[in-house]
């Protein structure tokens, strides 16, 4: 079992910043991968980004490459999400998630508002 916490989230003013953390714990040995999703009202869940311990390789959307930058920590305990020019449509909750050994664990989620 892997428990994920995430933080950081709040209101930020149009072209702020932000910078989400996800705190991971348990039995994070095998987690393979973490990423970030988001989820505005009314629409589906989508991938914002991945870093990958396997590979030390990282992915993003491209509605947020150049802005957004995902890193993690060497002990596969916590991800971060380094948010950069935000715009009112990047509001959403913003969802950490992690895979270890064929499970997915998702965490509770904290929300992120930019107003214009």
């Known amino acids: 079992q892997v428990q994920l916490v995430e933080s950081g989230g709040g209101l930020v003013q149009a072209g702020g910043s932000l910078r989400l953390s996800c705190a991971a714990s348990?039995?994070?040995?095998?987690?393979?991968?973490m990423d970030w999703f988001r989820q505005a009202p009314g629409k589906e869940r989508q991938f914002v980004a991945r870093f990958n311990w396997d590979i030390r390789g990282t992915s993003h959307a491209d509605s947020v490459k150049d802005r957004f930058t995902i890193s993690g920590d060497n002990a596969k305990t916590a991800v971060y999400l380094q948010m950069n020019s935000l715009k009112p449509e990047d509001t959403a909750i913003y969802y950490c998630a992690a895979s270890s050994l064929g499970n997915v664990y998702w965490g509770q989620g904290t929300q992120v508002t930019v107003s214009s």
């Open positions: 348990g039995r994070t040995f095998n987690i393979v991968h």
